[in-house]
């Protein structure tokens, strides 16, 4: 029975043909998913219990007005902001369950787990990829993915949202609000527990 791969509410886009959940390994340390979008909070839950001493970040994008002055500084693009924030594994958990909703549907916003004693990460990106990072072995990792059905593919069986853009099928990201607040509101709360701007990063 073909999946029905949903799409997140930030994100619009007209076909997604031969779209399903699914992933692919790019090496031994790297796992590269696309994941449809009421499948994304649990895998992350899971696979975040597998992150030694981790940590919490967020990408969200400059405003005009630091895009402006980062104009004005000869640097051209857009950027990203980056805030990070030391957690538990009970804070994390506490993060998904209040925020993971407003943060995996938001179509500007990329976030995800590090740790801060190995290379480790989860990174929820644009049009719904994942990676996930272990650099001496990211077995664990894929067994989360088997516990939650999602299949391996070969690379030329994988499809991505993103590879499916062209001229007659864009693609449109924005903001989203859920329960009265979006991303912004996330990042004054959560400062509030110590969430620190760390960088400005510009997008690819």
Same mark, same amino acid.
């Given at each position: $029975?073909? &999946?029905?791969?949903?799409?997140?509410?930030? *994100?619009?886009?007209?076909?997604?043909?031969?779209?399903?959940?699914?992933?692919?390994?790019?090496?031994?340390?790297?796992?590269?998913?696309?994941?449809?979008?009421?499948?994304?909070?649990?895998?992350?839950?899971?696979?975040?219990?597998?992150?030694?001493?981790?940590?919490?970040?967020? &990408?969200?994008?400059?405003? !005009?007005?630091?895009? &402006?002055?980062?104009?004005?500084?000869?640097?051209?693009?857009?950027? $990203?902001? #980056?805030?990070?924030?030391?957690?538990?594994? !009970?804070?994390?958990?506490?993060?998904?369950?209040?925020?993971? @909703?407003?943060?995996?549907?938001?179509?500007?916003?990329?976030?995800?787990?590090?740790? /801060?004693?190995?290379?480790?990460?989860?990174?929820?990106?644009?049009?719904?990829?994942?990676?996930?990072?272990?650099?001496? @072995?990211?077995?664990?990792?894929?067994?989360? #993915?088997?516990?939650?059905?999602?299949?391996? *593919?070969?690379?030329?069986?994988?499809?991505? *949202?993103?590879?499916? /853009?062209?001229? !007659?099928?864009?693609?449109?990201?924005? #903001?989203?609000?859920? =329960?009265? &607040?979006?991303?912004? =509101?996330?990042?004054?709360?959560?400062?509030?527990?110590?969430?620190?701007?760390? =960088?400005?990063?510009?997008?690819?």
């Amino acid at each position: $029975m073909q &999946e029905d791969f949903k799409i997140i509410e930030g *994100l619009n886009i007209a076909e997604t043909s031969g779209v399903k959940s699914s992933y692919v390994k790019e090496n031994s340390s790297e796992i590269k998913c696309v994941i449809s979008a009421e499948k994304i909070k649990p895998i992350i839950k899971k696979a975040v219990k597998l992150i030694k001493k981790p940590y919490f970040f967020l &990408e969200v994008p400059c405003t !005009d007005s630091q895009e &402006e002055k980062l104009s004005e500084k000869g640097e051209s693009g857009t950027h $990203m902001q #980056l805030y990070n924030l030391e957690v538990t594994y !009970d804070v994390a958990n506490a993060i998904l369950d209040r925020y993971g @909703d407003l943060l995996i549907n938001d179509g500007i916003t990329n976030f995800g787990f590090g740790s /801060l004693l190995n290379e480790t990460e989860i990174y929820i990106m644009p049009f719904q990829n994942i990676m996930l990072y272990n650099k001496n @072995d990211a077995s664990n990792f894929e067994k989360v #993915l088997k516990d939650c059905n999602i299949p391996e *593919l070969k690379s030329e069986q994988f499809i991505t *949202l993103d590879s499916l /853009l062209s001229k !007659d099928n864009p693609a449109d990201r924005v #903001l989203v609000e859920l =329960d009265g &607040e979006t991303v912004f =509101d996330v990042i004054e709360n959560l400062k509030e527990v110590g969430l620190t701007f760390c =960088d400005t990063i510009k997008e690819n």
